[in-house]
């Protein structure tokens, strides 16, 4: 069975600082991954995602991930926040060849100060 | 263009009633997912359904069920509610199934259980 483990439920971090939010996964079978971010009161939106190809994924909003088969990586980092990315921040996996149904971790909080 | 609508936002039920939450996805997707999002946890998958056939069951009880209408909007009903059942409940709509496919959130519905 597939799992997503996020290691940090919180990372506080103040404004223009990089930031990295870990994610590790574990599977038996290929996997594909994602980030989505939640801001307060609204639904998902999809960061970015590893199908296939160059490891190093840019995504939206200056965010950018690399995925690492060996350690079953695949971490998100900004090289200089801003305090709009204030959200939650959730790694998913889906299996390959499957309906696209995915598994979530549990999400890291991330806190931008001034 | 309108995203991923969801109705009602909010609903307070009681222990043992039942309830129907329903989805209506972006013109032109013809499959919609549900999942729930308990507090301080990431989503987890219900249901997937594409062309109002179910493709995808997660780890539920039986209280929950779902379908899908010509129209490719989509219900899910919970029976007999438990306080555990309190959660957001997020609907998904994407073009098509598989992992190729992004899948667009809805804001939700929040569901408390008393």
Same mark, same amino acid.
């Given at each position: 069975a597939q799992s997503?483990?996020?290691?940090?439920?919180?990372?506080?971090?103040?404004?223009?600082?990089p930031v990295e939010l870990r994610c590790n996964y574990s599977s038996s079978v290929s996997v594909y991954l994602f980030w989505y971010v939640q801001y307060p009161n609204q639904g998902l939106q999809l960061l970015l995602k590893y199908l296939s190809g160059s490891t190093l994924v840019k995504g939206i909003n200056g965010f950018e991930a690399?995925?690492?088969?060996?350690?079953?990586?695949? *971490?998100?980092?900004?090289?200089?926040? *801003?305090?709009s990315d204030t959200a939650e921040y959730f790694c998913a996996v889906t299996?390959?060849?499957?309906?696209?149904?995915?598994?979530?971790?549990?999400?890291?909080?991330?806190?931008?100060?001034? | 263009d309108a995203g991923v609508?969801?109705?009602p936002t909010h609903l307070i039920k009681t222990r043992g009633q039942q309830v129907t939450l329903r989805c209506s996805p972006i013109s032109g997707h013809k499959s919609v997912s549900w999942y729930q999002q308990v507090l301080g946890?990431?989503?987890?998958?219900?249901?997937? /359904? /594409?062309?109002?056939?179910?493709?995808?069951?997660? !780890?539920? @009880?039986?209280?929950?069920?779902?379908?899908?209408? @010509? !129209? /490719?909007?989509?219900?899910? !009903?919970?029976n007999a509610l438990l306080l555990g059942d309190s959660a957001l409940y997020l609907c998904a709509s994407s073009s098509t199934t598989g992992v190729n496919t992004e899948a667009f959130f809805g804001q939700g519905t929040r569901l408390t259980v008393v």
């Amino acid at each position: 069975a597939q799992s997503v483990t996020q290691l940090d439920s919180q990372v506080p971090v103040f404004e223009e600082a990089p930031v990295e939010l870990r994610c590790n996964y574990s599977s038996s079978v290929s996997v594909y991954l994602f980030w989505y971010v939640q801001y307060p009161n609204q639904g998902l939106q999809l960061l970015l995602k590893y199908l296939s190809g160059s490891t190093l994924v840019k995504g939206i909003n200056g965010f950018e991930a690399e995925f690492n088969k060996s350690q079953t990586s695949f *971490h998100l980092r900004k090289p200089s926040v *801003h305090i709009s990315d204030t959200a939650e921040y959730f790694c998913a996996v889906t299996m390959r060849g499957s309906q696209g149904n995915l598994i979530f971790g549990k999400g890291t909080k991330l806190s931008v100060k001034p | 263009d309108a995203g991923v609508t969801q109705s009602p936002t909010h609903l307070i039920k009681t222990r043992g009633q039942q309830v129907t939450l329903r989805c209506s996805p972006i013109s032109g997707h013809k499959s919609v997912s549900w999942y729930q999002q308990v507090l301080g946890q990431g989503p987890q998958f219900i249901f997937q /359904y /594409y062309e109002k056939e179910e493709r995808g069951r997660g !780890n539920f @009880p039986d209280r929950f069920s779902a379908r899908q209408f @010509p !129209n /490719y909007s989509s219900e899910l !009903n919970v029976n007999a509610l438990l306080l555990g059942d309190s959660a957001l409940y997020l609907c998904a709509s994407s073009s098509t199934t598989g992992v190729n496919t992004e899948a667009f959130f809805g804001q939700g519905t929040r569901l408390t259980v008393v």
